[in-house]
């Protein structure tokens, strides 16, 4: 059983919830979300608000925060097979009731299909709101190329 070692980060002024599905080896010894070189995700997210791309966890952080994004993921332990999603089992879900409670979250994102699945599965029902899923930033959703994950991540924008 791998435990989720990186904590959510959200504000009150968050407007927008991204779950992942659970953060890969690489995120993992990073110490922060979508550490993976090859994810897309702050390429991504920061083209969408036309920034220049964050790379420390500090500039992470406050990427997300000034643009009311809270980040976290869907699962809080679970065993997994390196960052391989299709190996996921024995899911314990997190608990989203303290960034619900404390910020003023209006859309919640799945970024992909796997969150989606968990979210749905484990979560969806306690906290009664739909999520809104994104294309997956992994470098595994190959067919999606970073200026159609922009276009597609566009939703962020409140």
């Avoid at 089992?89 to 992909?112: E, F, M, Q, S």
């Avoid at 067919?143 to 597609?152: F, I, K, V």
Wanted: proline share 7%; net charge neutral; aromatic share 10%.
């Amino acid at each position: 059983m791998v435990s989720h070692p990186i904590p959510p980060v959200f504000d009150r002024n968050s407007k927008v919830l991204i779950l992942g599905s659970f953060p890969s080896v690489k995120s993992r010894e990073a110490q922060f979300f979508y550490g993976h070189p090859q994810n897309r995700f702050w390429k991504v997210t920061s083209a969408v608000f036309d920034v220049q791309e964050p790379h420390t966890i500090e500039e992470k952080k406050d990427f997300l925060l000034s643009h009311g994004i809270a980040v976290w993921d869907v699962i809080a332990s679970c065993d997994i097979t390196g960052s391989s999603d299709s190996s996921i089992k024995n899911v314990v879900p997190n608990d989203l009731t303290h960034i619900l409670d404390v910020a003023d979250i209006r859309t919640i994102c799945v970024n992909g299909k796997t969150a989606e699945k968990f979210y749905n599965k484990y979560i969806k029902d306690t906290v009664g709101r739909p999520a809104v899923c994104l294309p997956s930033t992994s470098p595994a959703n190959a067919a999606w190329s970073p200026e159609r994950l922009t276009e597609a991540w566009k939703q962020l924008i409140l």
